[in-house]
């Protein structure tokens, strides 16, 4: 399992490096980028899995006592906090498409050229970018939507597996001494939850002063 | 998915996990707080170092690895190991490119 | 060959085990659900040898085209079609998962004395992800192909081409997955499943190499797969990671692709190197010549592999800096390769060497792969890699290295085992005559690919100056005598599962578990399980052995 | 057999007539790049039969009829320290060898000529500064440093002469230089050898080496009326770029005048210097490249100016400190000074380098 995992760290390691590479090359776009996110979105989501991790791992250690009500309890939980999770993703995803921030063809600079007409970047206090510079924030929305893509894509697998545990929980198939299984997709939703605490810094939080 | 057969019932209390829980919600805190500071480039090692306090902390209490085989913590610094040829040579290429050619 | 090893049962009284892994279970079902490593070893023998032979009847169209100057053959848009596709199923379809997938699934578990693979249901499941890969790649191929180089350069592949380029990429990612299980797996097994007795340092080199392959498979694979689901996002969303119009950098993709790519080369060839250590060794009747300096070379080619990607991109625009950096770390990856080679020498020394097959195909492989790794310096070289690269002297070096090497190994693997896979002996003399052709035919197919590389000639050229005729022909020519090596075991292999001589437990006097057993094997592999208490390739310790059971017997 | 004979004969006798290892020596860096080529053959081939002598020798010595019990032999430190220590040494001298032969080829000297060519889907284009455009083709002078700048409006490309050993990748949105000096007249194949596209393989041409004189007169015959310079002029003026940049007090660009190859300052603190990359980024990606002191006002040009009309800006802007319309139009062959040429002996440039920058760049 824990070699599973380290494939998927060089999986997300890869898009870090691209990542990495353009931040570093095109930082006011990136900036001006970040502006658009909503830190309490991010925030709140933040706080969301690192509870449904911490759920997770009680529900481990539940299913090690063998506490069955317990286990299912934690189980729900946690696929609850991702449900809520995703609707919060789901909700920043509208926003970006109705404003036109989804990288490709309808691609529109307006919040960049012109922030007076977004009440997000005059939060901000943006100021207007030159175009070319404005371009490049498509690069930081390609990546944004990338990252969290795979990110979430990485969510729903595991709450399909969570769903499977629910079900077989019940039926107390975890609280009779075979507990590896719970044990290994703690594993895997811990792992999902290091992502974020790396993305969440990294796309929210470019020099919000 | 078995690949440690000397699995033992990992009894740490959950005093740990809620421990741990509670430092990475203060870690989100300070990221946040962090960010809105002016460090210059400072801001994004002090975010990063953050994060991987917080990764660390899920990766080593969470997820056992402090009590896990020696495997298992081979591999994963076999793996981190990697990931920084990876990060580190394609970023000594992309930067080194603008210092010209000598 | 007047002296050989052999020593076969009585052929007279000799049978094949009544119950052995193949017997145990029949029907059709009992294959495509099983969870026993050998049967896994033999759908993927099968199934990559029909892909063998699809890669190799694109590369012999490629030869004819070449023919001529003029492409007269195909049109230029078919034959940049037709030399992708031979890349991507050569390479991703039967390179990659050859050895591991077919010998390694069958014999590592035996050689460290498992009774199976630590996870037999990820085990199948790798091979239905193979197939699955597999053939949606021949779907894309079939669908109107894909033309983009087995490379996927972006922009090219991102924009500029409207073939399959998603499908196959898919297909690539499928298989990648493929390779990672494979690769778990033989971590996972090598560290958990070994027989009582069986140290690191008793291991036989064939799982040495294997080890480290999988550590490659597994640590590069992801990279491989990220890059193409952003090639795949760039052309369906136009997300312009790797578009320079938007800011993009083309090049990144090329480091994330060979960041793969480049170890891939070693996931081809260690467990190659691996075989070719198991050959020589149990036909010069010694221990291999310095077994700790092979089987830590195996990992320090895994380690290095990993930091020299870059010198595939020296003239692409890289700086110059990291052409420095990069065009060092490849010198040190040379130097493992080149401590095997002179330990498989001598081994030799010493020795008592007899010359059946797969020896042969041994030394086939020292020699080609002397050239070819030789010639891999040339382009490691940063100096001489500018007049060198992307023309047919490349060409010429990775087939030395994959076809003269690589393949070598596997046919040797092949001739080796076969009597231990199906209980019965392959033809000696006419396998003799198809490793001489064999090696001829290359020779004379990718020797003047140097010369025709030195002169210039560019690679992935549907027509070219008529001054390269000459070579070309050659080449061409030789390709017809490779094809012709190529076939023959096929048609004598097939011909020996029913009337080969029965080859009985160990008919190669090998120290390896694996001969320890009958053959075939039972699907437990071992009747009793047994206790390494000896070092590899003690050969001492298999004489003693014998001597026992003539004891026992008496 | 009767049939097949003759042409086997013409093959041959085409062969040996034809027959070469490489490829001719055309230019200077040919020659040393040749040197180091041969030599790791040679260590190859040393290599190779010590290798084949080993494995026949001992093939021979121990088989079984002649050795028939082997003698179980651990290993030898000594001798495993012998195979990883030479070879290394071999592979290290090679590096050092190839990495200054490879600074060489992309270390363009100073006084050398230069030459645009643009790579797309399927020509070459090249440029020469007093406006000679020509397809598929390249005539260059001997005896003189020739510095090619390459892009691509499309995808990779790459830009061969075997002949010369050189060989450059043509990349999209960047520029690329190399250089070489021709030393024998003649007419050498350009491949174009990254695989690009369909007609990848039809994207060949010519390249034509002569004589100085030689090239005086076609430079002279295949003018096509004005020079680079000039058309960058024309461009200059219709995208009304002199709006900004000018020398009044109240512009609101730098005055372009003697910009190129000077130091600059930018908003962001970084130096640099101004050469054609620069230039070409500063007119594509303005904001990024403002020079201290002015505002961000620049539009950007992408999409809006052809790689060739780039070229022509900033080839304009390079000619901006002389009076670059009489020298052009005197002389587009004046460009040759016949002195200069040999000045600086190509080689030399890359051994005794200046102090570098890098220190300064990049915080």
């Known amino acids: 399992m824990w070699l599973f995992l380290l494939t998927e760290v060089m999986f997300f390691g890869g898009l870090f490096t691209v990542y990495m590479i353009y931040r570093n090359w095109y930082y006011p776009a990136f900036v001006a980028g970040s502006h658009q996110l909503s830190i309490p979105m991010g925030g709140l989501n933040s706080v969301l899995l690192i509870t449904s991790s911490f759920t997770m791992a009680l529900a481990v250690w539940f299913a090690e006592a063998r506490k069955k009500s317990a286990l299912v309890l934690c189980l729900i939980l946690t696929f609850v906090l991702g449900v809520v999770f995703l609707g919060i993703k789901g909700l920043e995803y509208k926003e970006k498409f109705e404003k036109h921030h989804f990288p490709g063809t309808h691609y529109s600079l307006q919040s960049f050229i012109n922030p007076a007409s977004d009440p997000v970047a005059v939060a901000a206090g943006d100021k207007a970018l030159p175009q070319d510079t404005a371009q490049r924030t498509e690069l930081f929305f390609s990546l944004y939507f990338a990252m969290t893509g795979m990110h979430a894509m990485h969510m729903i697998v595991g709450m399909g597996i969570l769903a499977f545990m629910i079900f077989r929980a019940r039926a107390g198939a975890y609280t009779a001494g075979h507990t590896q299984f719970v044990e290994y997709f703690g594993y895997y939703w811990h792992f999902v939850d290091i992502v974020w605490i790396f993305l969440f810094p990294l796309l929210y939080l470019i020099n919000r002063h | 998915m078995s690949e440690h057969s000397e699995h033992v019932q990992s009894t740490s209390s959950p005093l740990v996990y809620v421990a741990v829980y509670l430092a990475l919600l203060a870690g989100v805190g300070l990221t946040i707080a962090a960010s809105h500071l002016n460090l210059g480039v400072f801001n994004v090692i002090v975010v990063l170092a953050i994060a991987f306090t917080q990764a660390g902390l899920v990766v080593l209490y969470s997820m056992h690895l402090k009590r896990g085989s020696l495997l298992n913590k081979l591999s994963v610094g076999a793996c981190f190991f990697v990931l920084l040829i990876l990060v580190g040579m394609v970023l000594l290429d992309c930067v080194s490119r603008a210092w010209g050619s000598w | 060959m007047s002296s050989t090893i052999v020593s076969l049962p009585d052929q007279s009284t000799a049978r094949i085990p009544k119950d052995n892994y193949l017997t145990r279970e029949n029907g059709i079902l009992s294959w495509l659900l099983t969870r026993d490593h050998k049967r896994i070893g033999i759908l993927y023998l099968i199934s990559m040898t029909f892909f063998f032979f699809i890669g190799g009847a694109l590369a012999g169209l490629i030869r004819l085209e070449l023919l001529t100057p003029q492409s007269d053959l195909m049109a230029a848009d078919t034959y940049n079609k037709v030399f992708t596709m031979h890349g991507v199923i050569m390479i991703f379809f039967f390179l990659v998962p050859s050895v591991p997938g077919a010998l390694g699934n069958f014999f590592l578990p035996m050689m460290i004395g498992a009774k199976d693979l630590a996870l037999p249901k990820m085990n199948l499941a790798s091979w239905y992800l193979y197939m699955a890969g597999g053939l949606l790649a021949l779907w894309a191929m079939i669908t109107g192909g894909v033309d983009t180089g087995w490379t996927f350069t972006t922009p090219l592949s991102t924009h500029y081409v409207n073939t399959n380029v998603i499908t196959t990429g898919l297909a690539i990612f499928i298989a990648g997955f493929s390779s990672i299980f494979t690769g778990l797996n033989f971590i996972v097994t090598i560290h958990k499943m070994r027989a009582p007795g069986m140290t690191w340092f008793r291991m036989p080199l064939f799982v040495w190499a294997n080890y480290a392959a999988s550590i490659l498979m597994v640590l590069g694979t992801p990279v491989l797969a990220i890059a193409i689901v952003l090639v795949a996002l760039e052309r369906t969303f136009g997300i312009g990671v790797f578009d320079p119009t938007k800011g993009g950098d083309p090049l990144l993709f090329q480091h994330l692709f060979w960041f793969y790519s480049h170890p891939a080369v070693y996931i081809m060839i260690l467990p190659g190197m691996g075989v070719i250590s198991e050959v020589i060794s149990t036909f010069s009747r010694k221990r291999v010549f310095g077994y700790t300096a092979v089987a830590f070379s195996s990992v320090a080619i895994a380690v290095f592999g990993f930091f020299v990607w870059a010198h595939h991109m020296f003239i692409m625009g890289i700086s110059n800096y990291a052409v420095l950096v990069f065009s060092l770390l490849t010198m040190l990856v040379a130097v493992p390769s080149a401590i095997k080679i002179f330990n498989w020498a001598f081994t030799l020394y010493k020795g008592s060497i007899t010359f059946e097959t797969p020896m042969l195909y041994a030394f086939g492989f020292m020699g080609l792969f002397t050239i070819g790794g030789m010639t891999g310096v040339f382009l490691g070289v940063s100096g001489t890699d500018i007049h060198l690269t992307e023309t047919y002297f490349i060409v010429a070096h990775f087939h030395f290295v994959m076809v003269g090497g690589m393949l070598m190994a596997f046919l040797a693997g092949i001739h080796f085992w076969w009597p231990k896979m199906t209980g019965r002996m392959y033809p000696e003399k006419i396998s003799q005559l198809a490793a001489v052709v064999t090696f001829i035919g290359f020779n004379l197919t990718f020797f003047p690919q140097f010369i025709l590389g030195t002169l210039g000639m560019p690679r992935r050229y549907a027509s070219y100056p008529p001054e390269f005729q000459i070579l070309n022909v050659f080449s061409t020519a030789g390709a017809t005598i490779l094809g012709v090596g190529y076939l023959l075991p096929v048609l004598y292999l097939v011909w020996s599962l029913k009337y080969g001589k029965i080859a009985g437990n160990n008919p190669w006097q090998a120290t390896g578990l694996e001969w320890q057993t009958q053959s075939p094997p039972l699907t437990e592999n071992f009747a009793t399980p047994p206790i390494m208490d000896h070092e590899a390739y003690d050969y001492e310790w298999l004489e003693n052995q014998k001597e026992k059971e003539v004891a026992s017997v008496r | ?363």
């Open chain 4, 1 to 363: 057999m009767s049939q097949i004979s003759p042409v086997l004969w013409q093959f041959l006798v085409k062969w040996l007539t034809n027959f070469a290892l490489f490829p001719p020596e055309a230019s200077k860096i040919a020659p040393q790049m040749d040197a180091l080529y041969f030599f790791i053959v040679l260590v190859s081939l040393i290599g190779l039969t010590i290798v084949v002598l080993l494995v026949a020798s001992f093939s021979i010595l121990y088989n079984k009829e002649r050795h028939p019990n082997a003698v179980q032999i651990e290993g030898s430190t000594l001798l495993e320290a012998t195979w990883t220590i030479i070879p290394l040494g071999l592979f290290l001298v090679m590096f050092v060898w190839g990495a200054l032969i490879y600074f060489r080829v992309f270390t363009p000297p100073a006084n050398a000529m230069n030459i645009y060519v643009v790579g797309k889907q399927w020509m070459w284009k090249a440029e020469h500064e007093g406006g000679q455009h020509e397809i598929n083709s390249l005539h260059v002078p001997t005896g003189r440093a020739v510095q090619l700048t390459l892009i691509s409006q499309d995808v990779f490309h790459s830009f061969s002469v075997p002949a010369f050993r050189v060989k450059r990748e043509v990349i999209p949105g960047r520029y690329t230089t190399v250089w070489f000096e021709a030393t024998v007249p003649g007419t050498y194949h350009l491949f174009c050898s990254q695989y690009c596209g369909t007609s990848h393989s039809q994207m060949i041409g010519d390249v034509v080496v002569m004589s100085p004189e030689d090239f005086k007169k076609w430079l002279a015959s295949s003018t096509s009326g004005a020079s680079l310079a000039q058309d960058g002029e024309r461009l200059f003026a219709s995208l009304s770029c002199a709006a900004c940049h000018n020398t009044r007090q109240d512009a609101r660009g730098p005055s372009l005048a003697g910009v190129y190859g000077s130091k600059l300052t930018l908003a962001t603190g970084q130096a640099v210097t101004a050469d054609d990359a620069y230039l070409r980024e500063a007119i594509l990606n303005p904001s990024q490249h403002i020079t201290q002191g002015y505002a961000p006002i620049m539009p950007t040009y992408q999409g809006q100016v052809s790689e060739e009309g780039v070229i022509a800006l900033v080839e304009y802007i390079k000619h901006l400190d002389s009076d670059y319309r009489v020298q052009q139009t005197t002389t587009t062959t004046d460009l040759l000074p016949e002195s200069e040429g040999h000045a600086a002996p190509a080689g030399q440039q890359t051994v005794t380098q200046p102090p570098t920058t890098k220190g300064k760049v990049n915080p």
